[in-house]
Each structure stands twice: as C-alpha cells, then as structure tokens.
C-alpha cells in the first residue's frame, strides 16, 4: 500500500521521499523506477542511535511538511528523529496503524514493547491513520490517545486488480484447472494469524473443489490432494483471474485485509472471517463468518459453488463495483494528500462510507 500511494499518478504535483528503515525489499526498485528518492538506514539493533541520527539530518535536509510514518518501529523512530531534527513545529507527524488486535498474538516482547510505547506518546503526534475501523477501535482500547484518529480505507489500483479473461485462460491451463470446475484460492503467508489449518480442513471436507494456498511458505504446509501450495506468487492479479472464490481465514491482528479486495476488484467473490475490515469490504458480495468456523466456511462455499451461471456473473459485477465505489486507489491516494497538505476535513469527508452489511 504505501508503494502504491507514492507512486500513483496524481494531477497536482507532490514531492515526495520514503525513508526505508532497513535495505532493500520488494518494492525499493519500483519506487526508484518511479522516480521516487529513497533513503536506506540499513537498521540494526546495535546501530538504532546512529540511524536516528541519520534521519534526523535527512529530516533538516529536506524538511519535509509532513511526515507519514509507517508501521510501529517506523512511528517510534520518526518521531525521535523529527524531535532531535529541530523541526517538530515546523513539520507535522502522521503515525499509521495497520492491523487490529495484534497484542494477542505470540509477537515478540519487543514488538509489544514498542506497541504499548506507540500507545503513550500517540498524543505527541498530529494524528493517527489507521487502515480499518477496526484497528482504529482496537487502538483506542490499548490507551492510543492521538489529538485525530482518522480511518483511510487501503486502496486497490482497479486497473491492475480486474477481470481479464485471457489471464484466466492462460493461468488455469498452467494449473491444470479444467472447464467448468470451481478454484478456490487463499492468500497469505505462513502466519500464525492467517490459520491456515482451518483452509485445510475446508479443503478437504471438499476433494471435489480444487484449491490454492498462495503466499510465502504455503509450499512447504502440509495439504489435502486438492490443494495446491504455490509459495510466493508475483503474478497475483493472474492469479485473481484464475480463481473462482477467496477464502480468507484470518483468526486476528487483520486491519484491511488487501487479498480480500483485491480479489474483489478482480470480480472474485470473498468468504472471509469476521477480523478486521471483512465485513466492512464484503458487505452484501459474499459471507462473512466467525473465525476459525470450517464448518461455516464450508456451507457458504457450497452456496457459492451452487449457484446458476447468471448469479455468478451478477456476484462478480457486485464485487468489483464495491470496490470501486468505496475502495479504490484514487479515493485512498485523495485523503493522503489532503490530511498531509493540512485539509483534515477533506480527509474525513473522502473516507470510505462505513457500511456493515454482511451477508
């Protein structure tokens, strides 16, 4: 999400920087390609005073109007920086949350250390995004106390994420899915917070359905015969062509849920579990159901993969107009610029319509 904001195409022109707190990634080259600067502080336990130094004097180099921090090392980070920059008052500092309730998971004591520290010196910033109304509601709980706690839904770049029949073709005969039978996808790293035991347990009350687990270290899971483990994939919206349904079977810690949506853009109807922002994406296009519920999961697919041909096409239609209404990229990339460039009630008025209508 944060690549996709830098570099989307806007009709006014923003400068714009990305600090990265470590080296290298995934996405630094596409950031570069962009035309975007990007500085590496190459973080290390036994260097973290040094780079808040360095990025102290980035901080009076530059001095930036505003500075997004992303993530919780990242908000506690940048504002030491920005306060030893000398321009705190010069500079106004978003922190961002972007998950829900992560405390309850098995994380380390460092993590928790620095969320409970994010906690109490969330009122020194000048306000907090959070991605989901559900981590806005979780962070409150746990003592975040910002002077503004906005909500900026992720956006999904609808020009990449959407159905493409070609691509469908093309994917399912390099998976060997046949004509006419039903593929079902999840999407997600081996995580504890994904639950991947309760898609195996969905697979296989199903051997008549193929699967896909997809997502760092899903080739090494164990897997019913009908279920596919691809690993790490870097052709997800052919991926999206291919299938048939999502299935996201998150137990915790989800704030917006990207697979679920993009999916959705995709014209891939979704049965996610109710964390974080599901219900919110889905609304009235597929079923939400309580966590690790295979049961649940099982009869709602069974529904899904019942329905005539006509329903189907009506489904994927629903899907993707849900996201372009309400979660597209353009709407997301508008209230990051306006909170940054200072117009707060821009950002409140651009922010999704908060809709609970789940299936």
Known sequence: MLTSLVTAKRGTTIRQCVVNLMKGGAFSQQIRAAGIPLHELDLKATTAPAAVLRLASLIRQISPHAIQSWLYYGDLISMAALYLSGRRRQTRLYWSVRCSDITRSGYSARLRLSIAACARLSRFTNGVVANSFAGQRDHLKIGY???????????????????????????????????????????????????????????????????????????????????????????????YSAADYLISTSVFGEGFPNVVAEAMATGV???????????????????????????????????????????????????????????????????????????????????????????
């Open 269 to 359: 109807p979704a049965i996610g579990t109710d964390v974080g922002d599901a219900r919110e994406i889905i609304g009235d296009t597929g079923y939400v159901v309580a966590p690790a519920s295979s049961a649940n999961i099982v009869e709602s697919l069974r529904r899904l993969v019942k329905e005539p041909e006509v329903r189907r096409k009506e489904r994927a239609a629903m899907c993707r107009d849900r996201i372009l209404i309400n979660f597209s990229l353009d709407r997301a990339v508008a209230s990051f610029d306006a909170l940054h460039l200072g117009d707060d009630t821009s950002v409140i008025l651009r922010g999704a319509t908060k809709q609970s209508d789940g299936a």
């Open 145 to 239: 106390a910002p002077p503004k706690f906005f909500v900026i839904p992720n956006g999904i770049d609808t020009s990449q994420f959407r159905p493409e029949s070609g691509l469908r073709t093309r994917v399912r005969a390099e998976l060997n899915i046949p004509d006419g039978s039903a593929f079902v996808i999840h999407v997600g790293r081996v995580d504890e917070m994904k639950d991947h035991a309760t898609f195996m347990k969905v697979a296989a009350t199903l051997p008549e359905i193929r699967f896909a687990a997809i997502g760092r270290g899903t080739e090494n899971l164990q897997a019913p015969p009908n279920v596919m483990r691809l690993g790490a994939r870097g052709d997800m919206p052919a991926i």
